[in-house]
């Protein structure tokens, strides 16, 4: 079995057109360092349009089953808070969520995700667990909140009651939005306040894996995700295999879950099967960055399935 721990669904009218210029505007420029090719902020906002809308779901299908994962979490993203609403209000955006998961029970587990400023973000929280069939609550701090902020206390607490995981975007981020806010040791506080409480901190961190791997050896029921290390993986591997066996090493093999933080990579080389083939290689390693396969079973599915109930 492959769990994919972290994805999304894109659709033009669900973000800000704010971030997807500043989307475009990064594009071109990774396009431009792998491939040499000059194209525009303007056409590269066209492409990510014509490969990543999929408000129905069924391209996400199509991609799970080429790359052979069985499950997928996807997790609406709110940045509107930050900079400007999008054209849908996003407590539509997470009931189309709900709708896309009940067409496809078997294979996409869907989250809440709103900023927790909104004034209506703990009757959204409830309403998308209760009434459209969510299992969690995605938060995006780089928006411009620190996760250990006093006044998300009453949405841990709402997580808490309904007994619902709570993952956060950790580590750097481009463009408009902030890095400063996303620090996962913020998680710590949290977890000591909210001790049944499950947290994800997505991306191991980013930049902050280091400080993120003994917090989750002392935090046992905070967890991480590594997607997004896509493209170090693919541009620098055994620099990507070191800093994974380390984190292992530290947090344990039960700290870690696979995902592909998709659809944010078909418009690069960088395609699901490769990754997936990526992590299932890992036994195939020589030396000290050689991994167990119980180890790779933990991070392609036993730990997402532990984490998150399935």
Not at 21 to 44: C, F, N, P, W, Y
Request: glycine share 8%; with cysteine; hydrophobic share 40%.
């Amino acid at each position: 079995m492959i769990i994919d721990a972290h994805a999304h669904l894109w659709y033009e009218d669900w973000l800000p057109d704010a971030y997807w210029d500043e989307l475009a505007e990064r594009i071109a420029v990774v396009r431009m360092k792998q491939t040499g090719e000059h194209i525009s902020a303007k056409d590269a906002k066209k492409t990510i349009f014509s490969l990543c809308n999929d408000p129905t779901g069924e391209r996400l299908i199509k991609e799970m089953d080429e790359a052979g994962i069985d499950k997928t979490f996807i997790f609406p993203l709110d940045y509107g808070v930050a900079v400007g609403n999008a054209k849908l209000p996003i407590e539509e955006v997470n009931k189309i969520y709900g709708q896309v998961c009940q067409k496809y029970p078997q294979r996409l587990i869907g989250f809440v995700g709103i900023d927790p400023r909104r004034e209506n973000a703990l009757a959204v929280i409830e309403k998308g667990v209760k009434e459209w069939g969510l299992k969690g609550l995605k938060l995006y701090p780089p928006a411009g909140f620190y996760l250990n902020d006093k006044f998300l206390y009453p949405i841990y607490k709402k997580a808490s009651e309904l007994k619902i995981p709570v993952v956060a975007h950790t580590g750097q981020i481009f463009g408009i939005l902030k890095t400063k806010y996303a620090d996962p040791f913020n998680f710590d506080e949290v977890s000591a306040d909210f001790p049944d409480l499950t947290l994800v901190a997505a991306h191991i961190g980013f930049g902050w894996w280091s400080e993120l791997s003994w917090l989750l050896s002392k935090r046992l029921k905070v967890k991480a995700d590594f997607c997004g290390w896509n493209p170090l993986a693919y541009s620098a591997p055994k620099t990507f295999y070191r800093i994974l066996r380390t984190v292992v090493d530290i947090a344990g093999p039960t700290a870690l879950m696979f995902g592909t933080d998709g659809p944010a990579y078909r418009m690069t080389k960088i395609q699901n099967k490769e990754w997936v083939q990526m992590i299932k290689n890992l036994p195939k390693l020589e030396g000290d960055l050689k991994f167990t396969q119980e180890e790779v079973d933990c991070l392609l599915w036993k730990n997402a399935q532990s984490t998150y109930g399935i």
